[in-house]
């Protein structure tokens, strides 16, 4: 009981830190003019992807690489399969040409380079999170380069996510980011611990509590994220944010977690299974963008991302 109170508490803790860590950061955002786009591929991005990295920094330390492999992977798989599924589902997404151009090859790329990390060193060590950051650090070079001469949409300022009566100074905008951060922080601790001992007492493997249960619930922001943007025809950013999200999940949350301690992967069916899976739903859904006249994402391809990732859970818990 006590467990289950915990686990419940550290997900209402991640939701209200990553909800706040999004405001307070596109709010900043707005304020300093970045392109719509920009915003969604990094800004939004980083922000939602903040749970996963507190989660698998508190995993690391606990000596549980599973969790911090599991939550990333299962993290990814969900954007795509679960949360763009249901903005699918219930609002049209429009495929901007960036996403095609630049985006989605850029997440093909990160999903590779990780399968293949994992592949030959059955972790990540260190010197290959610093590489990973590295390679952070050039991919956002590459979007604000490739932005530059984007204009600020000033519609965006209509957004649910920034509401400019309330944060109309800069000071509110931080103490967000900090309370938001805050949340995350004790969030993940009481999230990662509590899915250790549900772990322990059904003796189910931590890698499947992690791609599963701890995947889900770390991709709420991105979820609440995307539907808002969605709603308000934020077409950039409803997609962006889940595409950067993935490729932060990789670089930063996985790239600044191995810097600091080496992952190790333990259950080899985050390899076989699961990094194989995200790759597969990376390929279809790079299929439904690039071979789609419309141009859209509609209720049926949202449907069938949404089929896949059921599929996926179905053979994860079998």
Do not use: W
């Not at 290959?128 to 530059?148: E, K, M, N, T, W």
């Not at 391809?301 to 818990?317: A, P, Q, S």
Request: glycine share 6%; hydrophobic share 55%.
């Amino acid at each position: 009981m006590i467990t289950a109170f915990f686990l419940i508490l550290g997900f209402i803790l991640l939701f209200v830190g990553g909800e706040l860590l999004v405001r307070g950061s596109v709010s900043l955002a707005v304020k300093m003019k970045v392109s719509t786009l920009v915003v969604g591929m990094t800004v939004v991005s980083f922000a939602t992807s903040a749970p996963e990295l507190f989660v698998s920094l508190k995993a690391v330390f606990s000596g549980s690489g599973d969790i911090a492999l599991g939550n990333s992977i299962g993290s990814n798989i969900a954007n795509l399969a679960l949360v763009l599924a249901i903005t699918a589902i219930l609002f049209k997404v429009k495929i901007p040409s960036k996403v095609l151009s630049l985006n989605y090859p850029l997440m093909f790329i990160a999903s590779l380079v990780l399968a293949l990390i994992l592949y030959y060193f059955k972790g990540i060590p260190s010197y290959v999170g610093y590489l990973f950051f590295l390679l952070l650090i050039v991919y956002v070079l590459i979007l604000i380069r490739d932005a530059r001469d984007t204009n600020f949409d000033s519609k965006y300022e209509k957004n649910e996510l920034v509401d400019s009566k309330q944060n109309h100074k800069y000071l509110n905008s931080i103490l967000m980011i900090f309370f938001g951060v805050f949340l995350l922080k004790y969030g993940a601790d009481f999230l990662v611990t509590s899915c250790m001992d549900i772990a322990n007492f059904f003796e189910v493997p931590e890698r499947v509590i992690a791609v599963t249960i701890v995947a889900i619930g770390t991709s709420v922001p991105e979820l609440a994220a995307s539907i808002v943007a969605a709603y308000r025809n934020e077409d950039s950013l409803a997609i962006g944010n889940l595409i950067g999200s993935n490729v932060f999940n990789i670089f930063a949350v996985l790239g600044l977690t191995a810097s600091i301690k080496s992952i190790n992967m333990i259950e080899q069916a985050l390899l076989s299974f699961d990094t194989i899976c995200m790759l597969s739903i990376t390929i279809i859904l790079g299929v439904l963008i690039y071979f789609n006249n419309k141009k859209y994402l509609f209720r049926k391809e949202g449907l069938l991302l949404f089929f896949l990732y059921i599929l996926y859970i179905y053979f994860t818990l079998n």
